[in-house]
C-alpha cells in the first residue's frame, strides 16, 4: 500500500514514528470528452484573461484576492518554506472524546496509519489504550499545505486517521432554504412511518451495498465495445515545415507502400535515394 505521509505522532511524552496510506479510493467511471466532428479529445488551455495568450506552467504565480480585481502574490519559496515548517511538526493529540460526540457531517477522508521504524511497541500501547476507554483522539496534521483536524481512532485493529472540518467550514444548517419549523404530522401518519422504519431496520452490512450506476455504466461501456461501437479520432493532418518534413516524407512513404507481389528491384530502387535526402534534412534543421 502506497506510503502518502510519514511522520510521528504524539500524546503526552509517547512518540510515536508512523506512516499513513489512503483507505478509500475513488471508483468513479471517468468519461473523456471528445470532439463530436472527429472523435478527438478535447485540450483545455489556461488562457491569460487580459492578454488572451496561453500561460506555461512557468509563469503562473500564486495569489490571495483580498477584494475584487486586487491580489496579494505569493511567492512559491515563501509557500515552501512554510508548508516545511509545518509539515515537520509531529501530530499532537489535543484532546481524547468519545466518537458519538462528532457528528458525521465533520468527517472528510481516511487514513490507515502504520508504525515506522521503531513505532510498533507505542502504536500497540495507542490502540490498546483507545479500545479499552472507548474514546478517539482529536489531533491536527498537514497535509498538502492545509491544516487539517483529525480524529484517530481504531478500524478492525488498525489505528485509522480521519480527517474532519473546521467548525466554520461546515455552513448552518439554519440557512438552508424551506425548511418547515413545525411538524405538521398527524398521529396516524408517525406511526405508520415509525412501522416501516423498525420493518426495513437490520444490521449494517457494507458488502451488501453496490454502485448500481457504475455497475450499469461499465456493462453499457463493454457491450459497445464488444460490437465494436467504437470511435477512432481522424487522423491530424501534418503541417509542411522544416521542423516536421521529414514525419511528412515518412508518412507520404507510407501510404504509397507498394502492396503485395509488387517486385522487390522496384522497392529497393525507391528507397535508395531517400539516404542523401536525409542528411540534407538534418543540415537544415542544424543551420536552423
Not at 500524546?11 to 478509500?24: D, M, R, S, Y
Request: proline share 5%; charged share 35%.
Amino acid at each position: 500500500m502506497h506510503t502518502m505521509w510519514k511522520g510521528s505522532i504524539s500524546f503526552g511524552l509517547v512518540n510515536i514514528p508512523i506512516k499513513l496510506h489512503t483507505a478509500t479510493e475513488d471508483k468513479d467511471v471517468k468519461l473523456r470528452t471528445l470532439h463530436n466532428k472527429c472523435h478527438a479529445p478535447i485540450k483545455y488551455e489556461k488562457i491569460c484573461t487580459a492578454c488572451e495568450e496561453e500561460v506555461k506552467p512557468e509563469d503562473i504565480v500564486k495569489a490571495y484576492e483580498y477584494t475584487k480585481g486586487k491580489f496579494v502574490v505569493l511567492d512559491q519559496e515563501d509557500l515552501e518554506k512554510l508548508r516545511k515548517e509545518n509539515e515537520e511538526k509531529a501530530v499532537e493529540i489535543i484532546d481524547f472524546v468519545k466518537i458519538e460526540e462528532i457528528d458525521p457531517i465533520y468527517f472528510d477522508r481516511s487514513y490507515y496509519m502504520s508504525p515506522n521504524e521503531g513505532g510498533s511497541k507505542a502504536y500497540s500501547l495507542l490502540r490498546k489504550a483507545l479500545q479499552e476507554s472507548q474514546k478517539v483522539g482529536i489531533a491536527k496534521i498537514i497535509i498538502r499545505s492545509k491544516e487539517q483536524m483529525a480524529v484517530i481512532r481504531v478500524y478492525e485493529n488498525t489505528l485509522v486517521m480521519e480527517t474532519i472540518h473546521y467548525p466554520d467550514e461546515v455552513r448552518h444548517a439554519g440557512d438552508v432554504p424551506n425548511v418547515p419549523a413545525d411538524d405538521k404530522v398527524t398521529e396516524k401518519e408517525l406511526v405508520t412511518a415509525i412501522m416501516l422504519i423498525d420493518q426495513l431496520t437490520t444490521e449494517f452490512e457494507p458488502e451488501k451495498y453496490t454502485d448500481e450506476y457504475r455497475t450499469a455504466l461499465l456493462e453499457l461501456i463493454e457491450s459497445k465495445r464488444s460490437g465494436q461501437e467504437t470511435v477512432t479520432p481522424a487522423a491530424k493532418e501534418t503541417a509542411s515545415n522544416v521542423t516536421d518534413l521529414m514525419a511528412a516524407l515518412q508518412a507520404s512513404i507510407d501510404r504509397t507502400k507498394p502492396r503485395k507481389g509488387t517486385m522487390i528491384k522496384k522497392e529497393t530502387a525507391a528507397k535508395k535515394p531517400a539516404a542523401p535526402r536525409k542528411k540534407a534534412v538534418s543540415k537544415i534543421k542544424k543551420e536552423a
